[in-house]
């Protein structure tokens, strides 16, 4: 029955979808802006639709219908509910049915919130998009990713996803922002072929799109850092980010989407970098359909297992179409697409910002080349080549030295040029900070130039950010932390903490590996830990033995390992003993046969926690830049008075962005 149902409504997305897009087309061609007004309603048919599948396969992974093949696949009638739920994006199919369930979420939520101008051009070709996308995504479910298939004689049991995907409640939380955030995208992506279509290339466009840019990026930053805290607390490994291809394919966009959301303010501001702001969005969803490709087309396991793939090279398609169809409308609106305005000196907020941008971009041009090489090598002629983290590390460390200063400088220029009196004396808190932050760090035990470094500049980072802060909450109260600027600052802040956190952690890392029998004790970094017992027990079916182990005299905690029967494989759950100054990481290696003795794993990482900490506080500021800051009540006494915007540049909130 539930197959039934997803598979019905499978179709009724995929035709709303299909005739929402030959309707709007219609009437753009035509100019009928009835029809092209019509895209609400087609938005709620295809929610509709895509809700009902999303349903019908929660439905039966609750209801242990074995009968639908993915259900067998991924799940199992011992499995935790939390897990249960969470098997939705286990696998290629689940993930798409995701997918698609937040991209018509996305376009519903688009067409309400412009609801009395869903005739407006602009906001037609943007539409149209969408729903293209949509189209192709349950085109997917309806063929080569058919998530409802069944089998006529069901097992009494299910596999139930792989081992590491049910062992955590973050994964049931972090691939949902990763989407949330990847999807996201979409929108901005759409209006920017929206104003390439119509030839209005002013700020309109920009400025209409905003929220739904920021509100990706959030989404996108808390999925990237929690799936760094999923990697340390699953994998038993202690680290969070080994340059995996999956790991990579997600900073791609979060890089390109950061440089977007900087280099946006300028063309705002001055009415530049149109052309480059344009192909930042384009990118940025690319690289989306790029990362699940990646993912989810098989080419990771060995790339000769594309040919096989279907999925794959309906992903790779979609990838060439967005981008071939938005090069040629870039070219062919390029005059037009002239810039109003011109960098007046390096020093200066727009000049920071397009620094700015360049490093983000050759981030991502390390990451992708890194990424992506290795697949190309075996897809050419079968040789296998690995690219580790000492390429990325030695490539990467000295961009992201450069993007941190930039970050406590560019808080504190003006725009068009900044003096050095005035930039001196506005660099003097920072500057001060920066000190404070490094003379701990070496009193703590920092023993690098590169490490001392780091630690002065996030130093810096947080005393410009907030000395901007404190001069919004002098001139507005508590209200002067929200909007645009003062969330941006408060994000700045967030990732000079996950800086802070990432230097130390992997700069100073103690590691043991000790066998332990009840009684005896192992001291690592300061910390002392003694093996109190062995316990065994079954979890779900599954054989699990546990440690209990004693840290510092205090807390008690219990790594363990547990025998998937399914897999017949061992996975170790670590256990971690966290504080604000560092982590205690416990993992179980191996016990004895007579249960005697364990080999115990330990691991101590300082300011581990203040990644996860920083992340958060990332997100904290997404949601306040996401907030209505309200009518300034003072001048800003750091700003100077070039900060308005130039009168030639358009700013108003309507799709009239001017087209020169």
């Not at 029955?1 to 019905?8: E, H, R, V």
Request: aromatic letters at 10%; charged letters at 15%; a negative charge.
């Amino acid at each position: 029955m539930a197959a039934s149902l997803g598979s019905l409504f499978v179709v009724f997305g995929f035709v709303s979808a299909a005739l929402a897009a030959i309707s709007i087309s219609i009437g753009l061609a035509t100019d009928r802006s009835e029809l092209v007004s019509m895209s609400g309603k087609w938005s709620i048919w295809t929610l509709l639709a895509a809700t009902g599948a999303t349903v019908a396969m929660e439905y039966a992974l609750l209801a242990d219908d074995f009968s639908m093949n993915y259900v067998a696949r991924n799940s199992t009638r011992s499995l935790p509910l939390l897990y249960k739920i969470a098997a939705l994006w286990a696998s290629l199919e689940g993930s798409i049915i995701l997918w698609t369930f937040v991209l018509c979420g996305y376009i519903a939520a688009v067409a309400w919130w412009f609801s009395k101008r869903l005739d407006d051009r602009l906001l037609g070709f943007a539409m149209l998009t969408l729903f293209v996308v949509a189209a192709f995504f349950f085109g997917l479910m309806l063929d080569v990713a058919s998530p409802f298939g069944t089998q006529a004689n069901p097992p009494l049991d299910g596999l139930g996803p792989n081992p590491l995907l049910q062992n955590h409640p973050l994964m049931a939380i972090h691939p949902v922002m990763l989407y949330l955030g990847y999807v996201g995208f979409t929108v901005p992506f759409a209006f920017a072929i929206g104003a390439l279509a119509t030839g209005r290339l002013g700020e309109g466009w920009l400025i209409e799109t905003r929220v739904w840019t920021v509100a990706a990026w959030g989404f996108l930053t808390l999925g990237i850092v929690l799936g760094a805290w999923w990697s340390y607390e699953v994998l038993g490994w202690g680290g969070y980010w080994a340059w995996d291809p999956v790991e990579n394919v997600s900073l791609l966009p979060w890089l390109t989407s950061t440089a977007f959301i900087h280099s946006v303010v300028v063309q705002e501001r001055r009415g530049m970098l149109r052309v480059w702001n344009l192909s930042l969005i384009v990118s940025t969803f690319a690289l989306t359909i790029l990362g699940t490709f990646v993912t989810r087309s098989g080419v990771l396991e060995s790339v000769h297992e594309f040919s096989e793939s279907e999925v794959g090279p309906m992903l790779l398609g979609l990838f060439g179409v967005v981008v071939g169809v938005s090069i040629a409308l870039i070219f062919w609106r390029v005059d037009i697409l002239r810039s109003t305005g011109a960098i007046d000196s390096p020093v200066s907020r727009e000049g920071s910002f397009l620094g700015n941008n360049l490093l983000f971009a050759g981030f991502a041009f390390v990451v992708m080349l890194g990424t992506m090489f290795p697949l190309l090598v075996e897809a050419l002629n079968g040789d296998q080549l690995s690219v580790g983290s000492p390429y990325f590390d030695r490539l990467t460390a000295p961009i992201g030295l450069a993007l941190l200063f930039l970050m406590a400088i560019s808080p504190l220029l003006s725009w068009r040029s900044t003096t050095p009196d005035v930039l001196s004396e506005r660099a003097l808190m920072p500057a001060v900070t920066g000190v404070v932050v490094l003379v701990v760090s070496v009193a703590a035990g920092a023993d690098s130039i590169a490490e001392m470094f780091a630690y002065f500049l996030a130093g810096m980072v947080l005393g410009s950010a907030g000395q901007q802060l404190l001069a919004a909450v002098r001139r507005r109260g508590m209200a002067g932390l929200t909007g645009r600027a003062s969330g941006g600052m408060v994000a700045h802040i967030g990732l000079a903490v996950l800086a802070l956190g990432f230097v130390a952690s992997q700069s100073h890392t103690s590691e043991v590996e000790a066998s332990l029998s009840p009684g005896e004790s192992a001291s690592v970094a300061g910390h002392k830990i003694e093996l109190i017992d062995r316990i065994d027990r079954i979890d779900g079916g599954n054989p699990v033995t546990e440690v209990s182990l004693v840290v510092d005299g205090d807390e008690i905690h219990r790594p363990a390992l547990t025998t998937y029967i399914n897999y017949a494989m061992a996975v170790g759950t670590p256990s971690v003993a966290t504080g604000w100054s560092d982590d205690v990481y416990l993992v179980v290696l191996d016990v004895s046969d007579s249960g005697d003795s364990a080999l115990i794993r330990v691991i101590v990482r300082p300011l581990i926690g203040w990644i996860w900490a920083g992340g958060l506080i990332m997100a904290l500021g997404t949601a306040l830049a996401l907030t209505p800051s309200g009518r300034r009540s003072k001048p800003d006494p750091i700003a100077s008075s070039e900060n308005r915007p130039d009168k030639s540049v358009t700013t108003g909130g309507e799709f009239t962005g001017a087209s020169a």
